[in-house]
T-cell receptor, first 114, second 110 residues
């Protein structure tokens, strides 16, 4: 079974502070993704990566940076956290082998910005 | 313009079959149909995917109309654990991430 773990699972940050959300996968997958989900809404793609040391912008990248130092690790960085970034963040991985269309998600990181 | 349209919510009792529909009138020949579900406090989980006709696995079955403009996810004998938001996704560019809409919230009553 694929395994994607996120840390921290919950965090309270102050406006203007720096926040780093970490994601680790043990699936040997090339692709990794960061999504955010706001209460009552679907998931929106922030950044993704298909190889170490390279990241790509998703649909809502403003205010976020991403880092992929290795195949296993993918971080989401909020340099200056804002109230509007309060949300649940999900990391996912996939290898897209065989056109399976299967993303493996972590359990989410709840971020509250005060 | 949304690529898929799903009913916002559905209700069922335990033991019933639930059929969640998804309209994708502009689906391209290169696109596949994916279904995910999300239970509270967890990330979405892949259920099934298909291109045409009928697909079945141990969790659900997927029927796709002949013109591929409509798909129906069928969940047999639902239990309380099947209460979740179900997402229908249509894409051929999956490597750049899947786009999750609002989905269908399925409530299951004992």
């Amino acid at each position: 079974e694929a395994a994607v773990t996120q840390s921290p699972r919950s965090k309270v940050a102050v406006t203007g502070g720096k926040v780093t959300l970490s994601c680790h996968q043990t699936n040997n997958h090339d692709y990794m993704y960061w999504y955010r989900q706001d209460t009552g809404h679907g998931l929106r793609l922030i950044h993704y990566s298909y190889v170490a040391d390279s990241t790509e912008k998703g649909d809502i990248p403003d205010g976020y940076k991403a880092s992929r130092p290795s195949q296993e690790n993918f971080s989401l960085i909020l340099e200056l956290a804002s109230l509007s970034q309060t949300a649940v963040y999900f990391c996912a991985s996939s290898d897209w082998g065989g056109n399976t269309g299967q993303l493996y998600f972590g359990e989410g990181s709840k971020l509250t910005v005060l | 313009l949304a690529k898929t349209t799903q009913p916002p919510s559905m209700e069922a009792y335990e033991g019933q079959e639930v059929n969640v529909s998804c309209s994708h009138t502009n689906i391209a020949t290169s696109e596949y149909i994916y279904w995910y579900r999300q239970v509270p406090h967890q990330g979405p989980q892949f259920i099934i995917q298909g291109y045409k006709d009928y697909v079945v696995n141990e969790v659900a079955s997927l029927f796709i109309s002949a013109d591929r403009k409509l798909s129906t996810l069928s969940l047999p004998w639902v239990s309380l654990r099947d209460a979740a938001v179900y997402y229908c996704i249509v894409t051929d560019n999956y490597a750049q991430g899947l786009t999750f809409g609002l989905g269908t919230r399925v409530s299951v009553f004992p």
